[in-house]
């Protein structure tokens, strides 16, 4: 099975591609927030380098969010054009969960925390169990860092923290004394392209926002003052 897989949750953007035969490679296109420009333009230098064309694809896998509400966008309208372009099947993965696996193939086990950044000085937040199984223990939320670090700071229990949000509040987070630290800045596409192998299709992909844009926010802010 060839498969896609489309990662813009976060300030990077990067795609992976596994083919039938099962040689898989992952690229990171992008580091600064520059989606629209870079993105299909690489998805078909990706296919060229691996002599297929977009109707080779059988399934496209896309990270619906949480994350940068623009990326998202932008990720999960290439998604969809694709898979209704050239009739690939099309699988959800959460950036949560990618960055949960991507530590558990790195070895990290326990309680994890992933944080992907959702500026405004907050973050969005998932913890999982890492064992034989990745097993997620909350649903996805908003919260300040600052809390975040403090609830676990104080219950002393063993944790691990991953992600851009932990990276961009670095300070913070290693100071927990009972903390640990995974540096992993880019939802993991090889995690994106195991599970979208597995995972059932489906026929329309939700973006997972969390809360409004941040114009929207800004203008409502304004209209408040």
Partial sequence: ?????????????????????????????DEDRHHTEVLTSSIARALA???????????????????????????????????EGTGCSLVAVTSLELLAHGA???GTRGTLVCCVDGRRG?????????DDE?????????????????EWATNG?????????VERYLRDFAAVPNGTLEHQS?????????????????????????READAVANFSTRQRS
């Fill in 1 to 29: 099975m060839n498969i896609l897989a489309i990662e813009t949750a976060t300030a990077v953007c990067a795609i992976g591609l596994r083919t039938t035969d099962g040689f898989e490679l992952g690229w990171v296109v």
């Fill in 49 to 83: 380098q691996l002599d297929l064309r977009a109707r080779d694809l059988d399934r496209v896998v896309v990270d619906r969010g949480p994350g940068l509400f623009t990326g998202l966008r932008v990720g999960l309208a290439t998604a969809l054009g694709l898979s």
């Fill in 104 to 106: 558990h193939e790195e």
């Fill in 122 to 130: 907050e973050v969005f937040i998932q913890n999982f169990r890492l």
């Fill in 134 to 150: 990745v097993t997620a223990l909350t649903s996805a939320s908003v919260a300040v860092p600052r809390a975040v670090v403090i």
């Fill in 157 to 165: 229990a063993p944790v691990t923290f991953t992600g851009d949000g």
């Fill in 186 to 210: 880019v939802p993991s596409i090889a995690a994106a392209l195991r599970l979208g192998a597995t995972r059932e299709p489906v026929a329309q992909v939700e973006p997972m926002y969390l």
